[in-house]
């Protein structure tokens, strides 16, 4: 995925120097990144599956320049959010594996536009025989605003913004979910 970002930007006539991908684990300490600082940095339906969104957080602010701002979408708690991951809770809960639950997808009678049904990759082909899923999606349903405000003024972040950005039809079931858009700053 990293690659391919990379080359669709060099084929659009932007520099490396000015945008690029890179695959790192962070730990929020000096050094990291050259030292780069961000104006914004931005998580876009990952935060359900941290299980530790405050670490997570504090993480991101690490990176933001004196008044950048961090920027989280990702879904919203609500009746409608709550089962939307229901069927991967379920192997979960059951102790399924990886495997499990690819071959589950494979039996499926429906296609999915980018391989998982909410625009984002899990990164199947790179677990382990017999990883356990309960990791995957952490946070089953989303987040309440308090869930997030509470990360955020952790991580140090101040004039944060909450607000339902909009609603998704998921390719897994029936029913609409809503995605918020979070937003915070690192004081100047």
């Not at 959010?81 to 009678?109: P, R």
Request: charged share 25%; hydrophobic share 35%; glycine share 10%.
């Amino acid at each position: 995925m990293v690659e391919y970002f990379n080359k669709r930007v060099m084929e659009q006539g932007i520099s490396s120097d000015e945008m690029r991908a890179v695959c790192v684990e962070l730990k929020g300490e000096d050094g990291e990144l050259e030292g780069m600082e961000f104006d914004v940095v931005m998580c876009a339906q990952a935060y359900h599956h941290l299980p530790s969104i405050e670490d997570t957080t504090k993480i991101l602010a690490h990176f933001l320049k004196p008044g950048g701002t961090l920027m989280v979408v990702d879904l919203a708690k609500n009746e409608n959010g709550i089962d939307f991951h229901d069927y991967v809770g379920k192997l979960a809960d059951s102790g399924a594996t990886m495997e499990d639950v690819l071959c589950h997808e494979a039996h499926q009678a429906h296609e999915h536009v980018d391989g998982n049904g909410h625009g984002h990759g899990h990164h199947h082909a790179a677990a382990k025989h017999g990883t356990k899923i309960s990791h995957v999606v952490a946070h089953k349903g989303g987040f309440h605003e308090h869930q997030i405000r509470k990360a955020f003024e952790e991580a140090g972040l101040q004039e944060f913004q909450w607000k339902i950005a909009g609603a998704v039809q998921p390719l897994r079931g029936p029913r609409s979910v809503d995605l918020f858009l979070a937003t915070g700053q690192k004081p100047e």
